[in-house]
């Protein structure tokens, strides 16, 4: 990563990497453009959601909700996929769906340009490396950057849309989020056609449906899903950036106190860490055992190839992720599903869940394909700290200690032939 020092704590950097508040965390985390102009074209507002344009978002998915159910949109689209095009019709208001149709467009080119210009500002902030806040501690809430699991975020909206959004830290997100599907739940009659589903009762959990209504909720618990999921792995870059810059400008500063050469009855003891809060604990552990700081060495390393993992696969490099195409053949299979449930045996509910999983499996069959040369299972392809600690032989026991209540990945005490030049 570029690294240029930002000295100045009075004047703010022209492209910042990130901020964090009451209401959440955002980032000009990379993003890949046309992955935030589908989303979009799923839903008007989802994209820019997606790019962490939130404010956007918002005003475009309540715009996209009422005027997409005054014109009926949703009731049309299922009644032509269904072959009957003289009632869908009949049902579209023809007013509304022309007023619909620029926004949506709007919505799509918009976030996909968007797109473009974030990840020339994540360019730019890499360059100019400014420093930003770790921490916000104020009355409403105290609101940490900190590692998460993705896979946590995803599976919570996978159970309610909007516990992710809340578990990563994006309160308002969070927020908003449950509201939209509380209510929209509500208004398509979902609860009783799920009851009406499980029990096997599938004509009267079809006839208890509200169609216009209904046919939203597949692509939003599909976003929901992955907005989580890609939300936190964005989150947790933005802890790896911070602490990369912490510990470069401590480097700096220790350089010209650090002495390279070994006295008699030392040792030096290497290690690697993941980026988390254990780096930091460690260093001020050792220098409170009395390790001078300038003999503590605390690095991040640096990749020198980005490969795409199917678990945790969105990394700081280009934003890209094997999810991106699962989530896309998750979001069309289920609402093929949920249109077609009507008229099948089953029901929307059961058919909507199983073009989810079945659209799901089928897209990364298909990453996994296209992509087989570039891809791991579950290793991190993100950059460790490494740590080379110099201290008196008396302390080696208690350093070795400290590394594993640490959480170190790993240490290495160098043998006494491997000394520095003098």
């Known amino acids: 990563m570029p690294h240029q020092k930002f000295e100045s704590a009075t004047i703010k950097p022209r492209y910042s990497k990130g901020a964090i508040s009451s209401f959440g965390s ?9 992955v ?12 820019h959601m997606f790019l962490g344009k939130h404010l956007h978002g918002f005003m475009l998915i309540i715009w996209g909700i009422v005027v997409n159910t005054q014109a009926n949109l949703n009731l049309g689209i299922a009644l032509s996929m269904l072959g009957k095009f003289e009632e869908a019709k009949d049902v579209i208001n023809e007013d509304w769906i022309l007023l619909y149709m620029a ?11 968007s797109a473009v210009e974030i990840n020339k500002s994540h360019i730019l902030s890499e360059v100019e490396d400014a420093p930003m806040t770790p921490s916000v501690i104020n009355f409403l809430d105290v609101v940490l950057l900190e590692k998460k699991k993705p896979i946590l975020g995803a599976v919570w909206s996978f159970l309610t849309p909007g516990l992710g959004q809340l578990y990563g830290g994006a309160t308002a997100v969070g927020t908003f989020v ?9 208004k398509a009659g979902t609860i009783g056609a799920w009851f009406y589903s499980f029990i096997g009762d599938f004509s009267t ?16 618990y599909a976003f929901a899903i992955y907005q989580a999921y890609s939300s936190v792995v964005a989150n947790n870059a933005l802890y790896d950036i911070e602490q990369i810059r912490f510990l470069r400008v401590r480097d700096e500063r220790l350089t010209l106190q650090r002495q390279n050469k070994m006295n008699d009855g030392t040792v030096q003891i290497v290690a690697t860490f993941e980026h ?7 260093i001020h552990d050792i220098e409170t055992i009395g390790v001078p700081s300038e003999n503590i060495v605390a690095l991040p390393l640096e990749n020198l190839e980005s490969q ?8 700081r490099v280009d934003g890209r992720s094997v999810l991106d195409g699962a989530m896309v053949s998750a979001t069309i299979i289920m609402l093929l599903g949920t249109i077609y449930g ?49 201290c008196p032989a008396s302390m080696q026991k208690h350093l070795i200690k400290v590394l594993r209540a640490r959480k170190a990945k790993g240490y290495l005490v160098l043998p006494q032939r491997i000394t520095p030049d003098t």
């Open 342 to 390: 009507f008229v099948w045996k089953w029901g929307p509910v059961i058919w909507g869940l199983i073009g989810l999983v079945g659209g799901f499996s089928l897209g990364l069959i298909i990453e996994l394909v296209l992509q087989k040369k570039k891809i791991k299972v579950f290793e991190s392809g993100k950059s460790e700290v490494f740590m080379q600690v110099t």
């Open 308 to 315: 795409t993992q199917i678990i945790d696969s969105l990394h």
């Open 36 to 47: 935030a102009a589908w989303w979009s074209f799923t839903f008007p507002g989802f994209g």
């Open 103 to 113: 926004v949506y467009i709007y919505s799509i080119w918009d976030s996909y340009r």
């Open 276 to 282: 988390s809060p254990f780096v930091e604990m460690f």
């Open 205 to 220: 959990a079809s006839a208890n449906v509200d169609w216009q209504w209904f046919l939203f909720l597949p692509s939003m």
């Open 26 to 34: 955002n980032s000009v985390y990379p993003r890949i453009p046309w």
């Open 178 to 186: 449950l509201a939209w599907w509380i209510f929209v739940t509500y």
